[in-house]
Every structure is written in structure tokens, then in C-alpha cells.
T-cell receptor
Framework: AQSVTQLGSHVSVSEGALVLLRCNYSSSVPPYLFWYVQYPNQGLQLLLK??????LVKGINGFEAEFKKSETSFHLTKPSAHMSDAAEYFC????????????FGAGTQVVVTP | DTAVSQTPKYLVTQMGNDKSIKCEQN?????MYWYKQDSKKFLKIMFSYNNKELIINETVPNRFSPKSPDKAHLNLHINSLELGDSAVYFC?????????????FGNGTRLTVT
């Protein structure tokens, strides 16, 4: 069975500072990994995904994530936070033994301060 | 054009009532889902359908009955509503059931049971 752990339910960053959101997964084999963003009163929107190939994945809005198999991690970063990055971020895992059951982490709320 | 649209956006009703939520996707996707997001923002899959066929029923009470008249529509009917059913319900779709197909979410239906 797979699980997803997001470290930190709330993260506060200053505008212009680095955004780092942590995600670790447990899976018997390397899964497919996703980051989604949810703005207030909206559905989730895909930021980026890792399937195979290059372990550094670039997504929308300047975000990127690196798959590290040895650390079972898929941390999300953005070099310079913008006020519009304030939202809830979800890491998600899809494993070979449970296609169609996207397992979400508990989410991390990002607050950006001026 | 909204890719995944669900109605209504808000639903307030009393315990014991029966209600339905409708979902439509115009992306030409084969697979559709219902997810429940609780008050702590935790997302859990309820059902998935592939080409109108039920694939996943994730131990949801049988008061919840999904129906897929065609692959572009997935509706959710809830009988005998309970206080604990209060949540935001998200419809989503993906191109297929492959684990690397990202989900496209609707904007959610906020259900409040009083």
C-alpha cells in the first residue's frame, strides 16, 4: 500500500523568498508522482508530474520538483514566492498496484507575506 | 469553456433528505471520479468510472449511488443525508485509467447538512 506524507500543514514565506514544500512517499516500487494546487473555492489544478525519465520536473507558475528515489521524496520548490502563490498544495502518488486510486497527502497551506 | 463542470456549487439541506450532484466533462476523457474533501482539506476517492463502468467503490456507504449515463457524465445521488456527509465533493476526469494520467477537477460542490 502506498502513502504520502507532507511535512508541515502550514508554511509562511515572504514574497521573493524560496518556497519549499516537502513530500515523502512510501511505495514498493517507484510510483508516479504529482503536485496539485488548490486556490480558495476552486478545484485542484495540476502543477507538475513525474512519470519516468528526468528526475527534475518543471511545472507551471515557476514551480519545479525533484524525484529522489533514494530518499523516497518529491519536494516542490519555487525560487521566488509571489503573492499569487498563496494556496493549498497537495502531493499525490499513483502506484502500479492501484491504478486510478490517486493517494493525496494532507496538504500544505502556503501563506505569502509582503 | 469549463472542462469539468459540476452543479450545484452550494447545497444546503436537512438531515434525512435526498440530493444529487451532477458532473459533466467536455475533455473527451474515458475516466471520471468522485472525491470527498473534508473540513481538514483531506481528499479521499469515493468512486471511479471508466467508460460508464464502475471501477472503484472505496467503501462508501450505500446511501451514495453514482450513475454514469455516458462517459461524459457522472452524477452522485445521496440518500438519507447525515451530518457527517457535510464536505466538499469534487468531480474529476482523466484521459484513461493509466496511473500517469493527471486528474482534471471541477470546482467542487459544498454540501452542508443541518
Amino acid at each position: 500500500a502506498q502513502s504520502v506524507t507532507q511535512l508541515g500543514s502550514h508554511v509562511s514565506v515572504s514574497e521573493g523568498a524560496l518556497v519549499l514544500l516537502r513530500c515523502n512517499y512510501s511505495s514498493s516500487v517507484p510510483p508516479y508522482l504529482f503536485w496539485y494546487v488548490q486556490y480558495p473555492n476552486q478545484g485542484l489544478q495540476l502543477l507538475l508530474k513525474y512519470t519516468t525519465g528526468a528526475t527534475l520536473v518543471k511545472g507551471i507558475n515557476g514551480f519545479e520538483a525533484e524525484f529522489k528515489k533514494s530518499e523516497t521524496s518529491f519536494h516542490l520548490t519555487k525560487p521566488s514566492a509571489h503573492m499569487s502563490d498563496a494556496a493549498e498544495y497537495f502531493c499525490a502518488v499513483s502506484a502500479f498496484d492501484s491504478w486510478g486510486k490517486l493517494q493525496f497527502g494532507a496538504g500544505t497551506q502556503v501563506v505569502v507575506t509582503p | 469553456d469549463t472542462a469539468v463542470s459540476q452543479t450545484p456549487k452550494y447545497l444546503v439541506t436537512q438531515m434525512g433528505n435526498d440530493k444529487s450532484i451532477k458532473c459533466e466533462q467536455n475533455l473527451g476523457h474515458d475516466t471520471m471520479y468522485w472525491y470527498k474533501q473534508d473540513s481538514k482539506k483531506f481528499l479521499k476517492i469515493m468512486f471511479s468510472y471508466n467508460n460508464k463502468e464502475l471501477i472503484i467503490n472505496e467503501t462508501v456507504p450505500n446511501r451514495f449511488s453514482p450513475k454514469s449515463p455516458d462517459k461524459a457524465h457522472l452524477n452522485l445521488h445521496i440518500n438519507s443525508l447525515e451530518l457527517g456527509d457535510s464536505a466538499v465533493y469534487f468531480c474529476a476526469s482523466s484521459q484513461d485509467m493509466g496511473g500517469n494520467s493527471p486528474l482534471h477537477f471541477g470546482n467542487g460542490t459544498r454540501l452542508t447538512v443541518t
